[in-house]
């Protein structure tokens, strides 16, 4: 599975971004898929997080109730509607993906597949 990640961009606050995560490979389309993001000095942490159908949505605090996460099985695409941007969503924003869905959605370390990044800039 090979993952792109696009649609960052500099905004200023209160604008919103759609990023999107295209994947190749028929793997994806039952793949759980999750939104990281990494500021400059910070540890990498999850945004948000669905299952292979969808069914199942996981919203990191900071973004509950502004960012949507969603996914087209047809097309092979996940996508994050980010909403109300505020300058601490400024980040690189990484999309990942597994096989399996992981114990937490928090551990970067159970998604096999990771995308280039792409940055969302907001200011204020």
Do not use: H
């Amino acid at each position: 599975v090979q993952l792109q990640a696009s649609g960052g961009g500099a905004v200023q606050a209160g604008a919103s971004l759609t990023l999107s995560c295209a994947a190749s490979g028929r793997a994806f389309r039952t793949a759980a898929v999750a939104w990281f993001r990494q500021a400059p000095g910070r540890e990498r942490e999850v945004v948000a997080a669905i299952n292979w159908s969808g069914g199942v949505t996981y919203y990191a605090d900071p973004v509950k109730g502004r960012f949507t996460i969603s996914r087209d099985s047809a097309r092979n695409t996940v996508a994050l509607q980010m909403n109300s941007l505020k300058p601490e969503d400024t980040a690189v924003y990484y999309c990942a993906a597994d096989e399996s869905r992981p114990l937490r959605w928090s551990a970067a370390e159970m998604f096999k597949y990771w995308g280039q990044g792409t940055l969302v800039t907001v200011s204020s």
